[in-house]
């Protein structure tokens, strides 16, 4: 059962804001979502390997040659906010 | 109240890749800002990454000169947090399988301190901080991080810094980084904690951060065991945190930090595949890998019968060593190298702030230069004086000796005649001489050299001295 | 026949000029797309026509995968604005083709949905019905097809969001095997879960497209070097011997008889064509949609963070300082940019990787979605392809799900299990229901089988005329 106080958490390591009335929503709604999910704890999977990529492949590397970086101008027309090349941000306070 | 302090150390390395761990960007430092970056190491929607494989090669290289357990099987992990130099918000780390795990390095003392895993991870961008805002350089994102953790296995800040020295060397003689703290290519954060002397359960430990030099490190950490004794001792309790070094104030003090407890949400990398790394790869990795400092260490002492002293002054540069061996393939007497390397050569080094691969002085030029005291053309004061010349010129010992006439004069004719002089002018030291004490004739030497300008050969005037004062 | 209407292989075969072609098609969305909603944007158009098997073909892109210079915002208000410096690795491969870019479709924000009503830019509405979904997440390209605005189009596959769409507007809608197209310059969602795939107004068309996009990638460490073949050979008139696999948990309770019944008059015809049925058991099918629920959206919450307004894309301020400037700034940002069910996707996958929760969440899921692998590849030891309806139901009233996610998320119940598995999937026309809406048959095959695929689709296409009916508008 995921409650209010896990909900407020996870918003905040989300990083997305929410108003009382929407934690509110959410709470029942992945409540409802969670329930639903909890049907796979009707299998008993202690002796099953998980799945993470569904095709055996593996060593996938690539030499260390250099390639073209963009050039920064193209850089720089992406950037909401910017300053001598770089991306402009509130001040990050350490 | 004693208490016993608990280190352990975090060491993040860049690795000597020419591109960055998961995308084609140069690693060069010091260029234009976002210069080096693409879709990949920006981060951008709908962008993927693919492993470099040399940033995995030296991973293991590094393993295996640490004493590390390679795994055969490796996956990375996403490592999720915010932060605005991390423009995927996740870091592509390893997790529960990292390259490497159960490697160790042994202090002078005999002392081993446990590396508890390697591997390998991106690193973020740069912030450059304003009056009023932050600025994001992302040429360092996506570079190859190396993360060599350390068991809490030290308990000095010197253990700490002697740890770091002998990583440090161990990675500059397999040339996997040039471990410059300056430009970040090597950065250190240590967790440390007291516990009551005989105490088994870890005190409350706290992580300090942003310190630019081994130096810092223990003095943050000596810092840090004064400002934690205090507080236990006056009953306080330790607060978990994450402490930063101030380098000026020389006090480390609390991010004080408003975020809640990590939670990486760590999960395996859908976007890259496993690896399995078979033995024989393993195996080449390890061919590659040359005599380590604390070998050459041993075999210097063992073999060339160098003074332990010696040998670990010359081991602690590997260039340095490397010149040491190559004038030992050129002259047989190691000791003596040793001897002038440690000695002229260090201090000419030291004053010039030069490596010893920049010197004009090349080994040939240097077993030269022995050769030539070796056969009395020069004694060694004047010697030292040719030195100095070889490196500001380049030329040989040989060339320099005989242009600016600095052999030593050992024709009998010449020498008679000055110290016929020095013994006229002397009574006194002749005198004492002949009254039985022997080392006046020592004074009676240096007047002779004084005359020669120092060209004389102090042992042929010894003789004629001698023979005069019968 | 108008221009607009034709097939990509009748505009080649016909030689019909290609400039004509997207006039027509353009003409085509001033008069429809005001009722269908289908198109986001034109791209603009070349002043050559290019070279190569697609040459000049108007193919139509999802909103999700990246034009250089090209608004591609996954129908988000988060990414508006964003032009990409760089070309996903099909869009290359479509200009190395010689086709024409012609506009970016319609979806559900960041591919999360089954309906395209979760579009920052509202709804798309079915063609053959606008009072009823398009289905999703790529209902602009299923629709635009279906509609006439485009000859060909590309979507994105995360747990049916090609096929059920395609099946809803009555298109060819195929998901390859997952690592047969390059997911570089695919907007992720699902990053284990997502490939790239045609909607088409056939099944030549579908294989078409698909020679074009297929194959090995070295900047997509998942995309997988096997030879690419020649697809349009698949397409014959063939099914002697091939084995069809029903699978009964797909024709239980919850499914429209009126689609139960299209699929078994189809299987008839495969019957009747020489193909050998057999029922099979794919036994953890029920745990399929928790699975992906659990897989798609914890991968989801990870490849999302992102969206932060630091580099690119929205940009907001909270309205009071809470923490710092910049922490608002994520939270507002992030708040005011996702839509509600982004928001929720986002949190369920959050909470599913947070502390404590990874193993009974994420783990489990993961090891289920073993199970899940293993039925499909016990079956494929016994038949050659494996023949389901694409979805239980025709397409449904818009907002009628909308207040429901669960009920929303049962929708892809058809689908779902092919992604987890990561094999290949189509769906194809095979009747219509009362309510004059279309109903798709999904035929899937073992990994890098898409062959089979073509041939049975082909085959079956070939029998009948579901493929030329047209929506009237």
């Known amino acids: 059962m995921i409650t209010r106080k896990d909900v407020e958490y996870v918003a905040k390591l989300a990083r997305i804001g929410f108003s009382e009335s929407e934690i509110e929503q959410f709470t029942k709604e992945l409540s409802a979502i969670l329930e639903y999910i909890g049907k796979l ?49 509130p001040k990050v306070i350490e | ?204 430990k706290t992580e300090l951060k942003n310190m630019n030099s081994f130096k810092a490190v223990r003095e943050a950490l000596g810092f840090e065991i004064k400002r934690q004794t205090e507080a236990l001792n006056n009953g306080e309790r330790i607060i978990q945190d994450t402490r930063l070094w101030d380098d000026q104030k020389e006090i480390t003090t609390s991010m004080r ?112 230069l022995i050769e030539e005291t070796e056969k009395g053309t020069v004694s060694n004061l004047v010697a030292k004086e040719v030195l100095t010349q070889i490196i500001d010129t380049g030329k040989s010992a040989h060339a320099i000796i005989s242009e600016k006439g600095m052999a030593q004069v050992s024709d009998e004719g010449a020498l008679e005649k000055l110290a016929d002089e020095a013994i006229k002018e002397n009574p006194k030291s002749v005198e004492s001489y002949k009254s039985g004490k022997e080392n006046a004739i020592m004074f009676l030497v240096g007047q002779v050299m004084k005359k020669s300008g120092g060209k004389a050969n102090p042992k042929v005037v010894g003789e004629i001295l001698k023979r005069r004062l019968i | 026949m108008n221009l607009h209407e034709l097939t990509a292989h009748q505009i080649i075969k016909d030689k019909v000029n290609p400039r004509e072609v997207r006039k027509s098609l353009e003409e085509r969305i001033a008069s429809v797309d005001k009722k269908v909603k289908a198109v986001l944007r034109l791209c603009p158009d070349e002043a050559e026509v290019g070279k190569g098997v697609l040459s000049g073909i108007p193919i139509a892109t999802k909103d999700n995968i990246c034009i250089k210079d090209n608004l591609t915002t996954c129908a988000s208000h988060i990414l508006d604005g964003f032009k990409p410096p ?129 194959g090995y990638d070295p900047n997509d460490s998942t995309s997988v070097d096997v030879l690419v073949p020649d697809y349009t050979k698949s397409l014959v008139k063939d099914v002697k011997g091939l084995k069809i696999g029903i699978p009964k948990e797909y024709f239980i309770e919850g499914i429209d008889k009126e689609v139960k019944d299209a699929v078994d008059q189809a ?46 894309g929205l940009r907001s301020k909270a309205a009071k300082k809470e923490v710092s400037d910049l922490i608002d700034m994520y939270f507002a940002t992030r708040e005011a940019g996702f839509g509600k069910e982004a928001k929720r996707r986002i949190m369920l996958g959050t909470y599913a990787l947070s502390a404590g929760y990874y193993e009974a969440y994420y783990l489990r899921a993961l090891k289920v979605r073993t199970l899940i692998k293993r039925d499909f590849d016990e079956a494929f030891k016994s038949v050659d392809c494996i023949i389901t309806p694409t979805s239980p139901t025709d397409a449904f009233k818009i907002g009628e799900k909308t207040e429901d996610p669960l009920s929303m998320y049962l929708s892809d119940i058809f689908t779902i299990s092919t992604n987890l598995a990561g094999i290949p999937g189509i769906s194809i026309p095979c009747g219509f229901t009362k309510n004059n809406l279309p109903i798709g048959l999904q035929i899937l095959a073992k990994p890098f089988a898409e062959e089979t695929l073509f041939r049975v689709a082909y085959t079956y296409e070939q029998g009948t005329e579901w493929h030329k009916q047209k929506p009237k508008l």
């Open chain 2, 257 to 368: 930090s408003k975020e809640e407890a990590h939670d990486y949400r760590y999960f395996p990398e859908p976007d890259l595949v496993p690896f399995s790394i078979e033995n024989k790869f393993i195996e080449e990795i390890k061919k590659e890998i040359p005599e380590l400092p604390q070998m050459r260490f041993e075999r210097f002492v063992k073999d060339l019968q160098l003074s332990e002293y010696d040998a670990n002054v010359i081991i602690q540069d590997k260039n340095f060593a490397d010149y040491f061996e190559e004038c030992t393939r050129l002259y047989k007497n190691a000791k003596k190298i040793s001897n002038w390397l440690c000695g002229a050569v260090l201090s000419e080094l030291n004053s010039r702030k030069v490596d010893i691969q920049e010197l004009k002085l090349k080994p040939k030029d240097l077993i030269g």
């Open chain 2, 1 to 204: 109240m004693q208490y016993e302090t608990v280190i352990g150390l975090e060491v993040h390395v860049h690795l000597k890749t020419k591109t960055k761990a998961f995308c084609g960007c140069s690693t060069e430092y010091g260029k234009e800002p976002n210069s080096q970056t693409c879709p990949v190491c920006l981060g951008l929607p709908g962008s993927l990454p693919v492993l470099n494989k040399m940033a995995l090669e030296l991973t293991i290289k590094t393993a295996l000169a640490l004493n590390c357990t390679v795994n055969n099987y490796l996956k990375f992990d996403r490592k999720n947090y915010y932060y605005p130099d991390l423009p995927k918000n996740y870091q592509i780390s390893q997790y529960d399988m990292p390259i490497s795990s159960n490697g160790f390095i042994i202090l002078t003392s005999g002392k081993k301190i446990r590396i508890k895993r390697a591997h390998l991870e991106e690193d973020a961008g740069k912030l450059i901080h304003e009056k009023d805002s932050s600025l994001v350089d992302y040429n360092r994102s996506g570079m190859p991080l190396l993360e060599i953790v350390s068991e809490p296995d030290i308990n000095s800040p010197d253990e700490a810094y002697e740890y770091l020295s002998k990583l440090k060397l161990v990675l500059q003689y397999i040339g996997i980084s040039d471990c410059d703290m300056e430009k970040g290519s090597l950065r250190c954060d240590a967790n440390i904690s007291l516990r009551k002397m005989g105490a088994k359960e870890l005190g409350v």
């Open chain 3, 86 to 214: 760089y070309d996903a690795t099909v869009i290359s491969k479509l200009r190395n083709a010689g086709a024409s870019l012609f506009c970016s479709t319609n979806m559900d924000e960041f591919a999360f949905g089954s309906s395209t009503e979760n579009s920052f830019y509202g709804p798309t509405h079915n063609p053959w019905d606008t009072t009823r979904v398009p289905g999703g997440s790529s209902g602009g390209s299923a629709a635009a097809v279906s509609a006439g605005e485009a000859t060909m189009a590309l979507g994105s596959d995360t747990g049916g969001s090609i096929r059920q769409p395609a099946s809803f507007c009555g298109v060819v809608g195929l998901k390859p095997t997952y690592g047969r197209v390059s997911r570089y310059g695919l907007i992720a969602f699902g990053s284990s879960l997502d490939q790239i795939g045609p909607l088409t107004k056939d099944v030549e068309d579908s294989a078409l497209l698909l020679n074009v996009i297929a």
């Open chain 1, 41 to 89: 704890n009707e299998l008993d999977v202690s002796k099953v390997e998980p799945t993470s990529h569904v095709l055996p492949i593996k060593n996938v590397y690539r030499e260390d040659v250099l390639k073209k970086s963009l050039p920064v101008s193209d850089v720089m027309k992406i950037a909401v906010v910017k300053d001598k090349n770089q991306f402009k941000v």
């Open chain 3, 267 to 312: 299987i008839n015809l495969l019957k009747k064509s020489g193909a050998d049925y057999k029922e099979i058991s794919l036994p953890h099918t029920e745990y399929a949609v928790p699975t992906y629920y659990i897989v798609a959206t914890s991968e989801a919450s990870s490849n999302l963070a992102r969206f932060d307004g630091v580099q690119y």
